[in-house]
């Protein structure tokens, strides 16, 4: 049963496992709505950690690795064909000119 009051047991579960655990599972331990226990962690100051957010990424903590040195070089062309707009990631420029087509713009830009 999903409740929208947060017990003592509940905030201290979030509290000590919410940096290293995903959203989904803790939801499910806590029987509450992703939504609601991100909005939870976010009131108390609550944030994954940096080791965390890289291995979900595949990065593991190496930003000099060549899948984001990859990235980084798709969002930098991918800014440079609209100077106009500064996009912090690849999702709407994906949007803008379709998966495919920026995809094969950047294999024609990377030869």
Not at 50 to 71: A, H, M, Q, V, W
Not at 86 to 108: A, M, V
Request: glycine share 4%; with cysteine.
């Amino acid at each position: 049963m999903i409740t929208d009051k947060w017990t003592q047991e509940e905030l201290d579960y979030l509290y000590e496992n919410y940096a290293n655990t995903c959203s989904k599972e803790l939801a499910k331990h806590c029987k509450k709505p992703q939504k609601k226990l991100s909005d939870k962690a976010r009131t108390m100051g609550l944030r994954k950690s940096t080791n965390f957010i890289s291995e979900l990424r595949g990065i593991e903590g190496d930003t000099k690795s060549s899948s984001y040195k990859k990235y980084i070089d798709m969002l930098e062309f991918g800014n440079s064909l609209d100077p106009s707009v500064k996009h912090r990631n690849l999702t709407p420029i994906f949007n803008k000119y379709g998966f495919y087509k920026f995809k094969e713009l950047y294999k024609l830009h990377s030869v």
